[in-house]
C-alpha cells in the first residue's frame, strides 16, 4: 500500500509564495510520475504539475513560470513552489503517484490566497 501526505498548505496574500511537499511511503516499485492536481470549489480537478521518472517535467499553462516542481528521490517527495500566487490559485491540492500504471491520491492541502 502507497501513502501520500501532502503539507506546506495554508493562508497567503496575494503574490505570496508558498511551498507544498508531498511525501510517498509504502512498498513503491518503480515511481513512473509524480505531480500535483488542483481542485477549487464547484470545480473539476484539474492537472497542474508533473516531474515524470526521467526528471522531465511538465506544467499547466495557468501555472507556466509561477510553479515549479521537483523531487528528491532519496525522501520520495515531490515539491510544488508557488510563487506570485492570485486567488483564482485557491483550491486543494492533491498528490499523485504513480506505480506501474497504479495511480495513488493523496488527500489534499487547502492553499487559500485572500487579502
Known amino acids: 500500500q502507497v501513502q501520500l501526505v501532502e503539507s506546506g498548505g495554508g493562508l497567503v496574500q496575494p503574490g505570496g509564495s508558498l511551498r507544498l511537499s508531498c511525501a510517498a511511503s509504502?512498498?513503491?516499485?518503480?515511481?513512473?510520475?509524480m505531480g500535483w492536481y488542483r481542485q477549487a470549489p464547484g470545480q473539476e480537478r484539474e492537472f497542474i504539475a508533473r516531474v515524470l521518472s526521467g526528471g522531465s517535467t511538465s506544467y499547466a499553462d495557468s501555472v507556466k513560470g509561477r510553479f515549479t516542481i521537483s523531487r528528491d528521490n532519496a525522501k520520495r517527495t515531490v515539491y510544488l513552489q508557488m510563487n506570485s500566487l492570485n486567488p483564482d490559485d485557491t483550491a486543494v491540492y492533491y498528490c499523485?503517484?504513480?506505480?506501474?500504471?497504479?495511480?495513488?491520491w493523496g488527500k489534499g492541502t487547502l492553499v487559500t490566497v485572500s487579502s
Open positions: 509504502g512498498t513503491i516499485f518503480s515511481i513512473t510520475s
Open positions: 499523485r503517484l504513480v506505480d506501474r500504471g497504479i495511480q495513488y
